[in-house]
C-alpha cells in the first residue's frame, strides 16, 4: 500500500511501469505553454481519495477492482527546448490506472551532461558519478575509500536484443493507452490520439495491434471504421482477451467489443455516456457503466445490452458484492442522492433493482461522498452536532460505531487498508493540520489503537489527500511511514503492524566506499514514499511480493526529510541495511521475478543506455537498448510471472512518430536457475527472527549466479514463535507507558465492556492487550495477555441517556424521529425501560437489546415535549430525560404594524406567521435607527418614536435552522388625518385579494384623488386593505412645501380634509378599472390624530366633540357590524411596498377566512360568554383596527387589554 498520488516531479520524468500489469499512461505536461497538456481524468480513474470536506470517510488505493480504461501515453505537442521538458506522473488510487501531472518547481537538479553531446551519444558515455570502474580502479583525485563496500559499476557497454518499430502516419498523435496481455499471450494493443487541447476533445485516433510481442504492429482503423474517433481502452480484469473501446460521444455513443484480444470487433450503439465501469471481480461479462447524468447501468453481456439500475448515483460510490460476504454475487452496493438531497446506502439486484427490492443496510442518510466497500467491511459516515461519526458493518451484519479513543474527535478519516481482517485507518485529529494519526482496529473495525502519531500527509494535483504510507510487498506486517516531529519529517519502519516503529540505519558507507558518519537518532536515512507501481514518478520507493526482499526508494540521509540532494538507495534485506546505489534519480525496473534490477536515469536529455544489477543492487553492468539515442516517455513489462521482455516507448525528435522498442532479457541469461543456484536467506529485524509470530526463511539466488528464476517460488519454510509481550499490542481503552505496560487511558472504565451482558452470562475481560492481528505465534504468554472469559456482574443501571439518532434536539412534525436510549452499566437482559414521549403515548420494553434499532416515534403537534425514560433492575434504577423540540417547516413571515403614527405614542408590531404554529421561535428586531437588534421569544413588541420621519421596522423569524424576516416602512407625524373609503360594489367582482393587485389598486386611487382635488400627492396616502369588500385608508399627511420653511399647520390638513371629503361626496373621485368598468369611491369616516387626551384640562367643546365621535363611532360599527353578520372585526393591514401575500391577525389565522365564527374568536379556555368590548384607540389605523375614529373591538378577559 503506497502513498496515494505523487506530488509532483522533476524536469523529464520518464512515466510509468505498472509492473505485471500491462497498463501504461504517459503524457506530457508543460509542453502547451506553460499549462499541463493532460486532459483531466480518464472514465472511471476518478481519484478514490477525492477533495471533499473536512470529516469525509475516504477510500484508500485497494477499493475496488480495477476497471479504468488504459491509461494515457503523452507526448508534446510541439518542439521545445530539451530542458523545458517535463514529464511526471500520479497514480490513481485504488484503480491500478496512472495519470500524467505536472510537476513540483523548486526541485533542486544536477547539472546534466552537454546538450550536443547527448544528442551525438557521447554524454551517455560518463559513468555515474564517484562511482568505482570495474576492476575497483579508483578515479584520479579520489579520497581513499573500502572497494569491498562499494557499489560496482561496469563500464563497459553491452547490448541488448532490441528491435524498433515506427507507429508511422501518427506524428500528431500526443496522447497513447497501451494494453499488454501477458501471460503467455504475445498481443500487444495501442490506441493514440490526438488530443485537441484549445477544444478538449480527440479529434483523431488511431488503433494499433502487436502479434508478436511488439516486434511489428499492424493498423486496425478500418476494422473499427475510418470515421471512428476511439477514446478509450478498456481490458477486462478477470479475461484479458475481451477488449473494450468506446467511442468519443460528441461524435457518437458506441461500444466495440473485441473477445479475441482485440482481432475482431463488434459496434453497439449506447443511449448514455460513459463516465466510468467497474468489471465483477469474479464474472467475466459482468459489467457496471455509470453515465455522465449520474445514472447507474449494468451489463450481464459484456456491455452488449445494459439496464437502468438506479438514477443519482453519487460518482465512485458503487460497489460489486464481495465474494464470501454476500450470498448473491450479483448484488450491487451504491450510494445515492434523494430528491432533496440527502445521500442513501442502498444495495439491489444488478438486474432487479425496483423500488420495492432496494434495501437500506444503513438507517436513515448517511454523509455525502462516505459510503466505501471493501473486502469485509462496509464503512458511512453521518455528521450530527456538528461531529462526524464513522460506522462499520463488518462480513455484512448490523453497523456498528467505530470507536476512537474518547478523545480523538476526528475531522478526517481514511481507509488505508482492509487486509487480513484488520482496518488500518489514517485519522485528522481535531489538534492536526498537515499531518495524521494511524490506528488499527479489531477483527470487527469497531474498537481502533493508535498504531503511530503524526504521519506526514500532503495534496496531490486532484486535490486528494496523500498519507506517506507505504505497506511493503512480499512481507506482512512491514510498513514505512514518515513521521513528523518538531517539524521535521523522518522515516520509521515496523514489521508488526505498528506495534513498534524505530528509525532507518543510514548506510555505513557512501556510493564510492567513504565512511557515513551518522548516528541515531540524530541522524538516518529518509524516504521519499511515493506509489510503488509506479516508479517512474519523483522520490520513487518500490518493492515486489516476488522479491520480497528487496526494496528500492529514492531519499537523503540526515536529520529529516529534503527534496535536495536526492539519492537512490537499496536494501536486500528487509530494510534492516540499506546501500546507496546512485547519487542522482533513476527509475528502478524489477526484472525475472526481481533477479534482475534494471535502472534508467531521470533526464531531459535522449538516452540510449540502461543498467542492470544481477546480485540486488551491489553492481552495475551496462547496456545499450538502442543504437539511437531516445527521448523516453514510458516503459511497459511484459505481465505474468518472468517479466523478460519490455518495451520502451519513445522519440527521437520531438516531431517524431511514436518509437517502440522490444527490449529481450532472455539473451542475457545463460540457463534456468536450478535448486543449487539458490541459498536460504531469513527474514528478521535487527537481529530478532520472529516476525509477526513466525520465522519465515526464502530462496535467493546466489549473487554470483546468473541464471533465469522464472516462476516464483515463494518462502521456503515458516515456523511459529513462542508468544511473547511482542506479539501483542494495547487493547482498545489502554495506553502503553514508559514501561512497556498497557493501562487503562484516563477516559476509559474497564467496567464498561460489560454492560452489554446480563447476569448469569459470560463476558471476555480484557487484560489490557490483544494479539496483533494475523500474528502467528503460539503458547508462551498467549494465555496470560488473552482476554478471560468471566461471569456477567449484576450492575444497577449507571449513566442512563437518551438522544435523538442524528444528534440533534428537534424534530419535524408528522415525520419519525429515532430515539435511542444508551447505558453505560447495567443487566441489559434483565432491565424494565419505560419511555414517555410527553405527548400521552407510553412504551415499554423488557430488555436494551431489544432497542439496538433505537425507537421511533411520530409526533402530530408542535411543541416542546419531555421525553422521559425510566430503567430499572432488582439492583437499582436510573432515569434520564430529553427535552425535545417539535417544529414544522416555517413558510412565510409578515410584518403587521401601523401605515402612519404619531410621534411618542407607542405602537405594537407583530410578526404574523405561515403556518401559524411551528414550534419554538426567536425574534429579533431592528426599528428606528437602533443599531443594536432586540431579541424576543414573542411575536409583538411595542415601541415609541420621538421624531417625524419615515422609519424601517424588520423582523427575522429563526426557526430551526430556518431564518425569514419581513421588512415595513411606518410615517411617523406629529398630526395627521384618516379617512375611510369604500368603493362600488362592481370592485369585488376583480379582487383576487393578493399584495400586488392591492399595490396597483392603491396608485390608481391616489392618481384619480389627485387629478379630482388638486391635492399634491404628498400630501395623500392611500393603503386598499385586504378581504371583502374592497375598502382602504386614505391618510391625508402634513406637507412642507418647498418655498416654505414651514409645515402645513392642522387647519390647512382641515383644508385638505373637507375638500377630499367634499369631492368623495360629489361622487367626483372614480377611475376606470378596465374598459366600461367604471368604479366610484366613496367616503367612510374622518378623525384627526392625535385625538384630545381626556384630561380635566381639556375645554368643555372639546370634550363634548370627542364623545360625539365615540358615539357615532359605536353606532356606526353597530349597523356596520349587524348588517355583515360578522361577529368580529377582522383585522388587516397592508403598506404600500407590501411584498409578500398577506395574513390575517393572531384573531383570524387565514387571511381567505374573513367571516370567522365568534367562538374561534375565544383565547383558550374563555367562556362564551365573556363580553365584547369596544375600545378607543389613539392611533386609529393599526394594522389589527383599522377603523378611523371607530372604536377597537377586542375580547375584554382578566388579561388587561392592550392599547
Known sequence: MGKVGAGGGSPARLSALLAGAGLLVLCVPGACGGGSCCPQLPPGSAARWAPAPGGFLRQGPRGRTAATPLPLLGRPLFAVAPGDRALSLERTPGTGASV????????????????????RGEGASRSPRGVLRDGGQQEPGTPERDPDKATRFRMEELKLTSTTFALTGDSAHNQAMVHWSGHNSSVILILTKLYDYNLGSITESSLWRSTDYGTTYEKLNDKVGLKTILSYLYVCPTNKRKIMLLTDPEIESSLLISSDEGATYQKYRLNFYIQSLLFHPKQEDWILAYSQDQKLYSSAEFGRRWQLIQEGVVPNRFYWSVMGSNKEPDLVHLEARTVDGHSQYLTCRMQNCTEANRNKPFPGYIDPDSLIVQDDYVFVQLTSGGRPHYY????????????????????????????????FAAVQEWNQNDTYNLYISDTRGVYFTLALENVQSSRGPEGNIMIDLYEVAGIKGMFLANKKIDNQVKTFITYNKGRDWRLLQAPDTDLRGDPVHCLLPYCSLHLHLKVSENPYTSGIIASRDTAPSIIVASGNIGSELSDSDISMFVSSDAGNTWRQIFEEEHSVLYLDQGGVLVAMKHTSLPIRHLWLSFDEGRSWSKYSFTSIPLFVDGVLGEPGEETLIMTVFGHFSHRSEWQLVKVDYKSIFDRRCAEEDYRPWQLHSQGEACIMGAKRIYKKRKSERKCMQGKYAGAMESEPCVCTEADFDCDYGYERHSNGQCLPAFWFNPSSLSKDCSLGQSYLNSTGYRKVVSNNCTDGVREQYTAKPQKCPGKAPRGLRIVTADGKLTAEQGHNVTLMVQLEEGDVQRTLIQVDFGDGIAVSYVNLSSMEDGIKHVYH???????????????????????????CPLEHVHLSL?????????????????????????????????TEPLITLEGSISFRFTSEGMNTITVQVSAGNAILQDTKTIAVYEEFRSLRLSFSPNLDDYNPDIPEWRRDISRV??????EATGVPGQHILVAVLPGLPTAAELFVLPYQDLTRENKRSAEDLEQVSELLIHKLNQNSVHFELKPGVQILVHAAHLTAAPLVDLTPAHSGSAMLMLLSVVFVGLAVFVIYKFKRKIPGINVYAQMQNEKERELVSRV??????????????????????????CQLIEVPHSNFESSGVFGSCSVFSRIPTEH
Open 392 to 423: 462499520v458493518s463488518y462480513r455484512r451484519n448490523a453497523f456498528a460505531q467505530m470507536k476512537l479513543p474518547k478523545y480523538a474527535l476526528p475531522k478526517d478519516m481514511h481507509v488505508i487498508s482492509t487486509d487480513e481482517n484488520q482496518v
Open 861 to 887: 403537534n408542535v411543541g416542546i415535549f419531555r421525553v422521559t425514560v425510566q430503567v430499572d433492575n432488582s439492583l437499582g434504577s436510573d432515569s434520564a430525560v430529553l427535552y425535545l423540540h417539535v417544529t
Open 1005 to 1010: 386611487i391616489k392618481k384619480s384623488l389627485v
Open 1148 to 1173: 383570524s389565522h387565514t387571511e381567505s377566512r374573513a367571516h370567522t365564527p365568534q367562538t374561534e374568536l375565544r383565547r383558550p379556555g374563555q367562556p362564551l360568554g365573556e363580553k365584547v368590548e
Open 898 to 930: 401601523p401605515f402612519v403614527t404619531t410621534k411618542n405614542k407607542e405602537v405594537n408590531a407583530t410578526a404574523v406567521l405561515w403556518p401559524s404554529q411551528v414550534g419554538t421561535l426567536t425574534y429579533v428586531w431592528w426599528y428606528g435607527n437602533n
Open 100 to 119: 500524467a501531472v505536472a510537476p513540483r518547481s523548486g526541485r533542486r537538479r544536477r547539472s546534466e551532461a552537454d546538450p550536443g553531446k547527448a544528442e
